[in-house]
């Protein structure tokens, strides 16, 4: 999520920045990625923002696309935006497994803590807005987040979504978008994305629509996030009509284009 220049803001002067414009939304839609070329798109727009960002080492930064070993299994979904014709958002849902969470690698036992709840957990990673397409607004990343968090909720069914931030975006997690500190909000420096400053955010699903419906409710209507995400249809997000559809052919796509090679991988 973008900086809002929100350190001196007060909670509720910070949800009042969301402004939600659906008139300029009319050329835009999102969907899960369901071909080798908007996969491969989808994560060259990762790995070339993250550059930008700092967020990638100069040995892995001769890589082209930002792969990581969770997107081959086979319940990840990598979901994107277009206008028009043109990928300008992404962002990848990484579902718990046997394999575990890219970000086990520095926040494991604070996930094995939800885990023997018996909660089912899922990754945020991999967002990224084309720079072309960053106007200042939240309408493109909160049209990606609806369609990632209704994918979440109503055909995987997980108890709770976690995520790794920059601590400079944690305020706006945690008091926009209703996430909370897990491993007491430790900051790490994180390798995966070149030893940068991380904390640990989870969101949970089973609460997060009356934590909306309390924070704004009394927000306007192109403030309020409630509405959009709960309530809102919206015409331009496309979800398959079950989850069976969304089995992921990741390694089947990669290994058959000819551009590809494990290199790629960032493990």
């Known amino acids: 999520m973008a900086d809002l220049g929100k350190e001196r803001m007060t909670p509720a002067e910070l949800r009042q920045l969301i402004r939600i414009d659906e008139l300029k939304m ?6 899960p990625a369901s071909c080798v070329e908007d996969y491969f798109t989808a994560l060259k727009l990762v790995q070339d923002v993250y550059i930008k960002e700092g967020y990638v080492n100069a040995s892995e930064s001769a890589c082209r696309y930002r792969i990581l070993e969770n997107h081959f299994f086979e319940e990840t979904a990598v979901f994107i935006g277009k206008k028009n014709k043109e990928l300008v958002f992404t962002v990848s849902l990484f579902p718990d497994s046997a394999h575990g969470l890219p970000m086990d690698r520095i926040y494991k036992k604070d996930l094995d803590h939800l885990r023997t709840q018996g909660r089912r957990i899922g990754e945020v990673g991999c967002l990224a807005t084309h720079p072309e397409f960053r106007d200042g607004s939240q309408n493109i990343l909160m049209h990606g987040n609806k369609i990632m968090l209704k994918y979440a909720m109503e055909y995987l069914h997980l108890d709770d979504l976690v995520i790794t931030v920059h601590p400079k975006h944690g305020l706006v997690y945690k008091e926009v978008l209703m ?36 924070f704004y409710q009394d927000n306007s209507p192109e403030t309020n996030l409630h509405h959009f995400l709960f309530i809102k249809q919206n015409t331009n997000l496309q979800l398959p009509e079950n989850s069976k559809t969304m089995c992921n052919h990741f390694y089947n796509f990669f290994t058959s284009s000819p551009v590809f090679s494990t290199s790629m991988i960032d493990p």
């Open 179 to 214: 996430f909370e500190e897990i491993g007491q909000g430790e900051i790490k420096a994180y390798p995966k994305v070149n030893n940068n400053p991380a904390i640990a955010l989870r969101l949970n699903l089973h609460d997060v629509e009356e934590k909306c419906r309390h």
């Open 26 to 31: 009319k050329s835009y839609h999102f969907h």
